[in-house]
């Protein structure tokens, strides 16, 4: 039979020492300066080497536009809300 092999634990810190995990690596936009993942878009601005990739104003426009269709399904005013703001605002 073969005499097994000691295992220690500087064999298994030694074995180990190459699973460190690093952070994500970041550049820096072109367009904005705002930080993101290297070769993808940037999430700010839509853009990836100096080109429009995602027109991120249009889908935050349609964002706007379905959060407000579905207050109003809801019953809830989104120009409601602001009255009733105004209106704590002329007790004071």
């Not at 601005?45 to 706007?64: L, P, S």
């Given at each position: 039979?073969?005499?097994?092999?000691?295992?220690?634990k500087?064999?298994?810190?030694?074995r180990?020492?190459?699973?460190?995990?690093?952070?994500?690596?970041?550049?820096?936009?072109?367009?904005?300066g705002?930080?993101h993942?290297?070769?993808?878009?940037?999430?700010?601005?839509?853009?990836?080497?100096?080109?429009?990739v995602?027109?991120?104003?249009?889908?935050?426009?349609?964002k706007?536009?379905?959060?407000?269709?579905?207050?109003r399904?809801?019953?809830?005013?989104?120009?409601?809300?602001?009255?009733?703001?105004?209106?704590?605002?002329?007790?004071?």
């Amino acid at each position: 039979m073969v005499v097994r092999m000691r295992h220690t634990k500087s064999h298994s810190a030694n074995r180990r020492s190459h699973h460190a995990l690093t952070g994500p690596r970041l550049s820096l936009c072109i367009n904005c300066g705002a930080p993101h993942m290297r070769h993808r878009m940037c999430a700010n601005c839509g853009t990836y080497r100096k080109r429009e990739v995602v027109n991120v104003a249009a889908i935050a426009e349609k964002k706007a536009v379905r959060a407000k269709a579905k207050a109003r399904a809801m019953g809830q005013e989104p120009e409601a809300k602001k009255t009733k703001e105004a209106k704590k605002e002329y007790k004071h």
